[in-house]
Structures are given as C-alpha cells and as structure tokens.
C-alpha cells in the first residue's frame, strides 16, 4: 500500500488531522503505528462511538496500524460518571461497554482480537512509572493552561471543580506515553488534551504524537432552540431521542428516524444528510445509498454521488419521509451484527442491567 493510500484511509471522514505533514512523515518512516482511542464508561453506546469510532478504527486496520481501546475506568471516577461508583465502573467497563464495542467492530467485520482492550486499572498496575510521566506531564502545563482544557471532561471552564479534576487533562495526556501512542484519536472534543500532548510530547517522552480527529454525528433532534451552531448538533447519549444505540431494535431505529428533525429542502442543518454523509458515504463523495419508494412518488432509486442526494432534497425531488425510510433501512442492516451480539444470554442481561444503572 502507498504513502497516498494509507493518508488516504487514516483521514477520510475526519475533520482535523495534527498534522498532515507529521502523520505522512511517520508513514515513510516504517515505524509501528500505535494507536488508541479512550472512552469514559459513561453510558449507553450510541452511533458516534459504535460507528464512527470502531469505523475509523477498521480505516487504520487496513492501513497496517496496532489499534487499542482504553477503557478509561479511572477517568470515568474522576469525571463522576456512573455516580463515582467504583464497583459499578468495573462492571459495566467490561460486561457492557466493553461488549457493545466488540459488537460495533462485528458492524464492519473485525474480530476483537484485532484490537487490544486495555483498562486504566490494568495500565496502572503494569507500569508504575505512569504516574512519574503524570508528574512530568503536569510540571509542562500552567494551572491556566489545565483548566481551559477540562473542557475534555464536558465541563465549562470557569465553574468550580473538584482537585480531582484538575488531574484528567494530564492523566490523559500521560496515557498516551504510557502507551507508546504516536497517533491518538478522538472527536475534536478531545483536541486540547490532544494539542497539549504534542506540546509536551518532546520533553516528556522524546516524540511529538499525530491527532486524528473523525467527524462527529448530528444528533437527530436538530439544533438547540435559537441557535445554528455544529455544536449543539451533536449527538447526545445523555438525549436518548438525539440517538441511536447500537444494540437498538428495527423497530426503535425506524420509530428515531421518523421523529427525526428534518424539514424540507432544509441541507445545512439537517441530522439526516450529516448521517447519509458521515455514515453512509463514509465522508466520500461517491458511495451507494439506495431508498425505495412506490412508483407514484418517483420509483426506487439508488444514489452515487452524495452532491445528488442533497441536490433532489434541495429541490423537494427527495421528500423527508423517502429520506429517513433509506436511512432507517440501511442502518438496520448495517447494525445487524451488533443486535445477533447482543442475543447472548449474558450481553442482553448486561444491557438490561446497564440500563439500569443509568435511571
């Protein structure tokens, strides 16, 4: 495979790579590509985690690169998720959402032992020397510079935090040289931990590491009253209507979709054309989406071009009920592994019980 063809397939369907010259220069180096990705255990997986990120994931597989999931349970306490109950984030780390990512990666036809799961607590214990390189990775940032990222954590900066939180932006910077990661990967909500290992990269680990940012997902209630900003399009699983779950049935799926905010000839904010875009074409402008229709409203058609689909919704040849039947119909078939994973006996008892957890 080339140098082109591997740049090509680590930044499709992403909307930052830090930076483009580094990661080519790693490339043409021959050196091992360590990534990672770190999820907080925080709730049910939705579209942006078991689609986007374990899709991006079979991108880097295919383009040679050592791919690890880091199940942040140490982050998830110090973000007071699943109500800072250990026993709790120990469970579910494994039994949910470590489950409901394998799942995922079955959507795109990976097997789990393509990949390496990792855990805080495991990381921890095997490399004591982890917590000198949070040391070193703290004596490198000012107080100021930390609390402008804890933006990582979803939280605004400004408001009264606990010290614990003042630990998360450099514990996360300190993983990835823990790791050995020299391409880190995460939405662009990740990007100022990201930006600050590439800071203090050099001094504390002797290497600058490559960011890749993938595309976030809309979520399907659409912008927040009175306001146009990408931002509060994004999906939320904290907004179980803004999003599909992986492990959700045909029926729930088609029921989301048709609740789906999505006037006519509206393409700028529209969650249903970001979803045809970032899903279905994979971010590329050629690709197959096909939505079937009766024959009076214009017959069965199947697009190639992603400019068409926004084009026939622009000029109302493509009306939103034609719009979200294809879109329900191809992510039920492609969600098709992830539900078959979650009929095991103990994957359904873990959803049930996770669910549960959560309220």
């Not at 394998?102 to 020397?129: H, R, T």
């Not at 000198?132 to 703290?138: D, K, L, S």
């Not at 907004?239 to 006037?263: L, Q, W």
């Amino acid at each position: 495979m080339t140098t082109e063809e591997k740049m090509h397939l680590i930044t499709r369907n992403c909307q930052e790579v830090l930076t483009e010259v580094d990661l080519k220069s790693l490339i043409e180096s021959g050196k091992p590509i360590n990534h990672y990705i770190g999820f907080e255990i925080s709730g049910l997986v939705h579209l942006g985690t078991g689609l986007m990120s374990m899709g991006k994931i079979a991108d880097f597989l295919k383009a040679g690169m050592k791919c690890k999931i880091f199940l942040a349970d140490f982050h998830t306490y110090l973000n007071n998720k699943l109500g800072g109950n250990w026993e709790d984030i120990r469970w579910a780390s494994v039994h949910y959402f470590k489950q409901a990512l394998i799942a995922s990666l079955k959507c795109f036809d990976i097997d789990e032992s393509q990949v390496e799961f990792i855990s805080g607590k495991k990381l921890y214990e095997e490399n004591p020397i982890h917590w000198e390189t949070f040391m070193r990775v703290g004596k490198h940032i000012t107080l100021s510079r930390n609390l402008r990222s804890i933006s990582i954590m979803g939280k605004k900066q400004g408001t009264d935090v606990d010290m614990a939180t003042l630990f998360y932006p450099p514990l996360q910077v300190a993983d990835i040289f823990t790791m050995n990661v020299n391409l880190a990967h995460a939405g662009i909500d990740q990007r100022k931990a990201h930006v600050v290992a590439r800071e203090v990269g050099p001094a504390v680990a002797g290497y600058k590491p490559v960011a890749v940012h993938q595309n976030l997902i809309a979520g399907l209630t659409g912008p927040e009253p009175g306001t146009n900003d990408a931002e509060s399009l994004k999906m939320s699983k904290s907004k179980p209507n803004s999003a599909i779950f992986v492990h959700d049935t045909p029926d729930e799926i088609r029921e989301k979709i048709k609740k789906a905010y999505g006037p006519p000839k509206e393409i700028e904010f529209n969650p249903l054309l970001n979803w045809v875009k970032i899903l279905v074409f994979w971010g590329e402008e050629t690709g197959e989406f096909k939505v079937e229709r009766l024959e009076k409203f214009g017959g069965n058609v199947v697009y190639t071009k992603y400019a068409d689909v926004v084009a026939d919704y622009a000029n109302e040849k493509l009306f939103p009920t034609d719009l979200k039947n294809g879109l329900a119909e191809w992510l039920i078939k492609k969600l098709e592994p992830a539900r078959k994973y979650f009929e095991i006996k103990e994957n359904s008892q873990a959803l049930i019980r996770m669910k549960k957890l959560l309220g």
